[in-house]
């Protein structure tokens, strides 16, 4: 599995690999694999998630603190 995939990409990675298990034509020992590969895609998904958040909460902080009248 690659770290460098962008959200895109391993949210299309994580579809596929459910829709296989989910088709249940896998082997046992495939299928203990695409889970493992469906957890993998899954943390790379939640860590853009989690990028894109921060940076939305840095770029929503003042950088003056706002004062009301």
């Known amino acids: 599995m690659n770290d460098e995939l962008t959200y895109e990409q391993a949210l299309e990675?994580?579809?596929?690999?459910?829709?296989?298990?989910?088709?249940?034509?896998?082997?046992?020992?495939?299928?203990?694999?695409?889970?493992?590969?469906?957890?993998?895609?899954?943390?790379?998904?939640?860590?853009?998630l989690d990028a894109a958040r921060q940076k939305i909460e840095v770029r929503a902080e003042p950088s003056e603190p706002v004062t009301e009248p």
């Open 13 to 48: 990675r994580l579809d596929r690999t459910l829709k296989e298990l989910e088709d249940g034509d896998l082997p046992l020992d495939r299928a203990l694999r695409a889970v493992d590969e469906a957890r993998t895609y899954l943390k790379i998904c939640q860590a853009r």
